[in-house]
């Protein structure tokens, strides 16, 4: 195997996780396994710098990624970060997981994210505007609608991609809303979209549950990241009967083993935009999250949350990872070893790009779907992927996360055997 010279091969970064992730796959993948160095090498990635003027007329210079993992099955596909921890090694883990994902829910897109390494919360909204333009304008010659098309991720949200649209259209001289998803609906966005990762999460989430003889009604749900997902798949669980004990966000831990009111909880971030000072619930060090009693954890806020140490204290019996690679590999073994179930980011959190695509074959056919037509659409695709994927890790004896991979993989593989290698 070549070892990529421009990253880190520290065994704790995302890269690393997703390539161990590959490395379980292998010995599953038959004669396609001989493809499957193409899934250890991104296809392209692109530094760009940003320079942008500060609102008081000071000059700063930020660093902008768009990385292109595998494009064998379509266009590119896969958000746009703004976190000041964004760097390629990341940018590269968060685009081939969206190569996995795309093809785990048999999406006709390859996997691509990008990022700026920036706080968003420091800028007011116009040094956001101008840094997401030119941004935009950077990475210009490599996106489009049948090329890759960008979504928001962390930090960035419907405003954002209406800005990257935009700047796209004004270069290209045509209204050109098929370059981003999520963005807002009266231009070119697609009802259900902001809420379809978080329902995705429910849907696979209950799926997994039924088959495994947990009662989702007054089970006890802990939540890391209460943004858009996290918020999203509590409301629905909330609405099934369970209770949230637990959240934690970038500002505090908050407990109540009785369940915390959710809409009180999100109208306090609404106003304050975190979940710090919240009086419905009692604040605990942060820590002691992972000790909380519980039935069912929804990571998602961030990669690295679970290690070897915490998935040794859960007392949960069902993780969905609504979060990008919230589980380090060793910890995956823990887990499974305590009897505990993962539902793998590359299904679990799957929602939000079925709803772009979505978006975007609507986007090319300028005609419009009802949210329930949209979410009905979204559920059967969602529920038979995750049959698929069940079936498949009783069939190998393996793990959801092993079976996901499995599943795509092979699509994956399959399409890159097929079209061969130019120019042969
Ligand atoms: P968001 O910005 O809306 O929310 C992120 C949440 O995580 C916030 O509550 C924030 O306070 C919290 N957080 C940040 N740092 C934290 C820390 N160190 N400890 C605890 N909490 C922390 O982001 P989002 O869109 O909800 O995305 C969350 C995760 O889901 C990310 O991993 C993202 O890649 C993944 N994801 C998002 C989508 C989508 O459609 N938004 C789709 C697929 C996957």
Aim: aromatic residues 8%; proline residues 4%.
């Amino acid at each position: 195997m070549n070892k990529l010279s421009y990253v880190s091969d520290s065994s704790t970064t995302a890269w690393s996780t997703y390539l161990q992730q590959i490395d379980r796959v292998a010995p599953y993948l038959g004669d396609l396994a001989r493809w499957i160095e193409t899934l250890r090498h991104p296809k392209r990635a692109l530094i760009v710098d940003i320079p942008l003027q500060m609102d008081d007329g000071s000059i700063r210079h930020f660093e902008g990624f768009r990385v292109q993992h595998n494009l064998s099955r379509g266009p590119g596909k896969g958000g746009i970060r703004y976190h000041p921890n964004v760097d390629l090694n990341e940018v590269m883990a968060l685009s081939a997981w969206m190569t996995i994902k795309c093809a785990a829910v048999n999406l006709p897109y390859g996997g691509a994210k990008g990022g700026i390494r920036v706080d968003p919360f420091t800028l007011s909204e116009s040094e956001l505007e101008r840094l997401t333009r030119r941004y935009t304008s950077e990475i210009g010659v490599i996106i489009g609608p049948q090329k890759d098309i960008p979504a928001p991720d962390v930090g960035t949200n419907s405003k954002v991609m209406a800005w990257m649209m935009d700047t796209y259209s004004m270069n290209h001289g045509t209204t050109v809303t098929g370059v981003v998803t999520g963005k807002p609906v009266h231009l070119g966005g697609s009802l259900g979209r902001e809420k379809a990762t978080g329902r995705g999460v429910f849907v696979t989430g209950c799926e997994v549950a039924r088959r495994l003889g947990i009662e989702i009604a007054d089970s006890r749900v802990a939540l890391q990241g209460y943004g858009n997902v996290g918020s999203e798949a509590a409301r629905l669980f909330v609405a099934t009967g369970a209770r949230v004990v637990a959240v934690q966000d970038h500002s505090a831990t908050l407990f109540n083993a009785s369940g915390i009111d959710l809409p009180a909880l999100s109208a306090w971030q609404a106003r304050h935009k975190k979940i710090a000072g919240f009086n419905g619930a009692e604040e605990i060090a942060s820590d002691a999250f992972w000790h909380v009693q519980m039935d069912i954890l929804i990571p998602a806020a961030l990669e690295g949350q679970i290690t070897r140490e915490r998935a040794e204290k859960l007392s949960c019996k069902l993780v969905l990872e609504g979060a990008n690679g919230p589980t380090y590999p060793e910890a995956d073994d823990v887990l499974s070893a305590r009897g505990i179930t993962v539902v793998p980011d590359v299904i679990c959190n799957a929602g939000g790009v079925t709803v772009s695509y979505f978006e975007w074959v609507q986007d090319m056919a300028s005609f419009f779907w009802s949210e329930n037509e949209i979410n009905q659409r979204m559920d059967k695709l969602m529920t038979d992927a995750m049959v698929h994927i069940w079936d498949k890790a009783r069939e190998k004896e393996c793990s959801l996360r092993t079976a996901a991979y499995i599943v795509a993989c092979e699509r994956i593989l399959l399409a890159r055997k097929d079209r061969g290698i130019y120019p042969g």
